[in-house]
C-alpha cells in the first residue's frame, strides 16, 4: 500500500450555511466573518516571505498564443491554498476550445435583462470551473464614454446605472461558481494609446459616471477582485493610483477583495505600495519586492495585506474544493439555449416600415440573402475576449433552417452586386443584408483592430445596401457590430433594421426567430446611435492626455439639444404598449428611503411581447450642474396580447444624492426631483415629481 501525504485541506473546516445554486453551483461565504479571518492570518502566519510573495505574481509565459492557457498564480500547495487559474473574459470562457460563445456584452446590455445577464454569467463561471479554472476575467463594466472605443463590445453599454445593473448580475452570476473580476479600474475608454493616456477627471465626474457601476460591483455584486486598468487617471497610472486603489476601493468602499493588473504593462514602480496585489501574467515589476522589503522601502505589511486578501478569497468561494461540475457543461445545451436567449433578447429593432418584418413564410416564395457577412462566423474581436466555439450559427444557417423546403433562399455571398445578382435580388420577395462591422474594423489594440475612427460602415458595404435595396422593395438589413454605427446614408432606403451585434454561435438561430417572428424583438439601445460624430463629444484615439467631463453619451445629447439616429434606450417591437397610470408610493422622500413608482403596462397589439420602463429623473434648480434626466431604474416586464401588468420601480432616495467635493462626501438635495418614465430616453410620457425637504450628507453604502 502507497501512503501518500496530502497537504491538510484548512479550507474545508471552514462552513456552517451553505448557498448553492439551483444549478448546482458550489456553495461560498459560508464561513462568519470571524472564523475566515482568523483562518487567513493562521495561513499567513505561516507562510514564508518567499511563499508570500510568489502569490503575488503571475507564473505564466507569455509564449504560443495569446489565451491558450489558464493564467497561473501559485498558491502554497503545503498548506492547501490552491493557486489561482484565470481565463478571459467577458463573452465566453476564451482559454478553452469548445467553450461556448455568447454575443458580445454590448449585445447582452441591449437585454436590458439582468437575470438573463446572470444566467450568462453563471454559464460562464461553469464552463470555466468545470475545466480546472477559478477566476474569469469578467465583466468589463468601463462606461462607453464613446462609441469609437475599440473595445465598445466588451462593455455593456454608455449608462452608469444601467452598467452597474449588468455587471453586479454578471459577478453574481460568475461567482456562483468562480471569482469575477470586474474591470478596467478606472476610465479605461481608449484603445489606441490605453497604455499611455493620462484621463483627468474631476472628482465629481470620476465619482458619479466612472466609479459607479464599480462600487455596485463590489457592494451589491460581492465581486472578489477588480482588475486595474492601463491608462493614468490624474496623473498616475491606474495600476499606481493611490487614490483609486487605495484610497477609494479599499478604504472607502471596505474592499476586501484583491486587484490584480491588467497584463504585461500594468503594473508601476509603485504599485504595491499603492494597493495592487497581484501583477499578472508574470512577475516582472514585482521581481524587486524582495529588495525593496529587505532594504526596508517597502513594509511587509503591504505584502501580508495583499497575500490575506487573495487567500481570503480563495477561502470564502472555497477555491480548494473540487469543481461539482464536468466537462460535460461545456456548450451544454443549456447554455446554447442560454446564449440564444442572450441574442434573442439583445437584438434591437431599429426600424420596420410598413410591418416589412416579421416575414410571414406562408406568403414567400423565395427570398435572398445577401453580403459575406451571412455566411461568416462574425462573433467579435480577436483580442483578449475571444472566444473558440465548435461551431457557430450564421445568420444564412439560422434562416435556412428556418425556412427548410418552405421558402427558396437565395445566397449571394457577395459585397460587391453585379447585374446577376440585382436581378436575382428583384425576384425574391424579399431581400436580407447582413453587413456591418467585424475584427477588422474594431477591436482590442495590439492584438486587435483597436478604436473606430469613423462611426459609418465601408463605402461597399454602404452601396451593398443600396444596391439590394433599389433592387427590391422589401429590404431587410440584419446589422453587425460592437457599438454604434451611422447610418444616414443607407437608413431611408430600407424597410426594416435589425441590429444583431456580435451575436454569438446561436445568433443565426435567434436572428431568424426574429426575421420569421417566432420571436419577438425586445432590446433597447444601451448606448445612443448618433447622426454623425458631430453629435458627439470629441474622440481622438491617438491623445496621450484627455479630459473627461460629467457629459456623455445621452446626457451629453440632451444637454446640447440634439437628436440623435436613435436614442439610447430606443427599441422597437412588433406589438405596442400602452403605458398608463403612473403611482407614487409617496410624494415626499427622506434620506434612506425607497420610492416606488408603479405603471400599468398594456399589450395593445396581438403578439406576445416584452418592453422595458424606463424611469429617469431630473433635478429642476439644483445647485449644482445635473443631467437633463439620469436612469435610475427599469424592468423589463413580458406581456399577453391585451393583457395588462402592474410594473413597480424601486427608486432608493440617496440615489440622488450628488458627490461633494469640497466636503468629500454625497450630498442629498433638497428639491422637487422629478420622474419621468416610458421606453426611452427620448420617449417619456409619464411624469410625476417629490419632493426632499431634509438635506445633507447621506451614506450610499
Ligand atoms: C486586457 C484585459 C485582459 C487581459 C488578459 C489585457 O490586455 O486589457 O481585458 O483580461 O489582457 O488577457
Known amino acids: 500500500m502507497i501512503l501518500t501525504l496530502v497537504p491538510v485541506a484548512l479550507f474545508v473546516a471552514c462552513s456552517s450555511s451553505s448557498s448553492s445554486s439551483s444549478s448546482g453551483g458550489s456553495s461560498y461565504a459560508t464561513c462568519t466573518s470571524e472564523d475566515l479571518e482568523q483562518r487567513v492570518d493562521e495561513l499567513v502566519s505561516q507562510m514564508t516571505l518567499e511563499e508570500k510573495l510568489a502569490q503575488m505574481s503571475g507564473d505564466t509565459a507569455l509564449l504560443g498564443e495569446y489565451g491558450r492557457e489558464l493564467w497561473y498564480v501559485p498558491g502554497v500547495e503545503r498548506l492547501a491554498v490552491p493557486p489561482f487559474k484565470m481565463s478571459d473574459g467577458p463573452r465566453g470562457v476564451g482559454v478553452h476550445d469548445g467553450a461556448t460563445i455568447f454575443p458580445v456584452a454590448m449585445a447582452r446590455g441591449a437585454s436590458w435583462n439582468p437575470e438573463l445577464e446572470r444566467s450568462v454569467g453563471e454559464a460562464m463561471g461553469r464552463e470555466l470551473r468545470a475545466i480546472g479554472g477559478n477566476v474569469l476575467l469578467a465583466p468589463a463594466i468601463n462606461n462607453l464614454r464613446h462609441p469609437s472605443w475599440g473595445r465598445s463590445q466588451e462593455t455593456y453599454g454608455e449608462d452608469v446605472h444601467h452598467l452597474s445593473q449588468m455587471g453586479v448580475a454578471a459577478v453574481q452570476g460568475i461567482q456562483t461558481y468562480v471569482l469575477a473580476n470586474p474591470k478596467h479600474y478606472a476610465a479605461n475608454s481608449i484603445e489606441d494609446t490605453r497604455i499611455q493616456v493620462d484621463v483627468t477627471i474631476d472628482e465629481r465626474a470620476l465619482r458619479e459616471i466612472y466609479l459607479a457601476q464599480f462600487r455596485a460591483a463590489v457592494h451589491e455584486g460581492g465581486a472578489a477582485s477588480i482588475m486595474s486598468a492601463y491608462n493614468s487617471v490624474n496623473g498616475q497610472f491606474c495600476g499606481e493610483n493611490v487614490t483609486l486603489l487605495r484610497r477609494i476601493l479599499k478604504e472607502e468602499w471596505g474592499f476586501d477583495g484583491f486587484v490584480l493588473s491588467d497584463f504585461v504593462l500594468g503594473t508601476h514602480t509603485d504599485s504595491a505600495r499603492n494597493g495592487l496585489d497581484l501583477e499578472m501574467p508574470s512577475a516582472n515589476v514585482f521581481r524587486a519586492l524582495p529588495s525593496l522589503i529587505e532594504s526596508g522601502d517597502l513594509p511587509e505589511e503591504v505584502i501580508d495585506d495583499a497575500v490575506r486578501r487573495m487567500v481570503r478569497k480563495k477561502l470564502q468561494h472555497k477555491l480548494d474544493q473540487p469543481s461539482p461540475v464536468d466537462e460535460s457543461v461545456v456548450a451544454s445545451p443549456e447554455h446554447l439555449a442560454i446564449a440564444q436567449a442572450a441574442s434573442t433578447e439583445g437584438t434591437v429593432l431599429l426600424k420596420n416600415e410598413s410591418g416589412a418584418l416579421p416575414l410571414d413564410m406562408a406568403t414567400l416564395d423565395r427570398i435572398a440573402v445577401v453580403g459575406l457577412l451571412a455566411d461568416t462566423a462574425n462573433t467579435g474581436d480577436t483580442g483578449s475576449s475571444n472566444v473558440r466555439p465548435a461551431f457557430v450559427v450564421t445568420p444564412l444557417q439560422g434562416i435556412q433552417e428556418a425556412v427548410g423546403e418552405q421558402v427558396a433562399v437565395d445566397h449571394i455571398d457577395k459585397d460587391v452586386l ?211 434626466r439620469d436612469l435610475k431604474a427599469f424592468a423589463k416586464v413580458t406581456i399577453e396580447p391585451g393583457a395588462t401588468q402592474s410594473v413597480e420601480l424601486s427608486l432608493p432616495v440617496n440615489s440622488l444624492a450628488y458627490y461633494d467635493v469640497a466636503d468629500a462626501t454625497w450630498v442629498l438635495e433638497a428639491l422637487n426631483y422629478e420622474v419621468h418614465l416610458g421606453t426611452s430616453s427620448r420617449d417619456l410620457p409619464l411624469a410625476a415629481s417629490f419632493s426632499v425637504s431634509a438635506t445633507g450628507p447621506v451614506s450610499l453604502y
Open 418 to 628: 453585379d447585374a446577376g445578382d440585382l436581378a436575382t435580388i428583384e425576384a425574391a420577395d424579399a431581400v436580407i443584408v447582413v453587413t456591418g462591422l467585424t475584427a477588422e474594423d474594431e477591436g482590442e489594440g495590439i492584438i486587435g483592430a483597436g478604436d473606430r475612427v469613423d462611426l459609418g460602415l465601408s463605402e461597399e458595404r454602404v452601396k451593398l445596401i443600396q444596391d439590394a435595396a433599389a433592387a427590391n422593395d422589401r429590404a431587410i438589413v440584419l446589422l453587425e457590430g460592437g457599438g454604434a454605427v451611422t447610418m444616414g446614408d443607407w437608413l431611408p432606403d430600407i424597410e426594416a433594421l435589425l441590429m444583431i451585434w456580435y451575436p454569438g454561435q446561436m445568433g443565426g438561430h435567434a436572428a431568424a426567430d426574429l426575421v420569421f417572428g417566432n420571436a419577438n424583438p425586445s432590446g433597447k439601445l444601451p448606448l445612443t446611435f448618433p447622426i454623425d460624430l458631430g453629435q458627439l463629444p470629441a474622440f481622438d484615439n491617438e491623445s496621450l492626455s484627455v479630459t473627461y467631463d460629467y457629459f456623455h453619451g445621452y446626457r451629453f445629447l440632451d444637454r446640447m439639444g440634439t437628436t440623435p439616429q436613435f436614442p439610447f434606450g430606443f427599441g422597437l417591437s412588433y406589438t405596442t404598449f400602452s403605458i398608463d397610470n403612473l403611482r407614487a408610493s409617496q410624494t415626499q422622500g427622506a434620506p434612506g428611503e425607497v420610492l416606488r413608482f408603479t405603471v400599468d403596462v398594456t399589450n395593445t397589439g396581438t403578439r406576445p411581447g416584452a418592453e422595458v420602463i424606463q424611469l429617469y429623473v431630473s433635478y429642476p434648480s439644483s445647485a449644482v450642474e445635473r443631467s437633463e
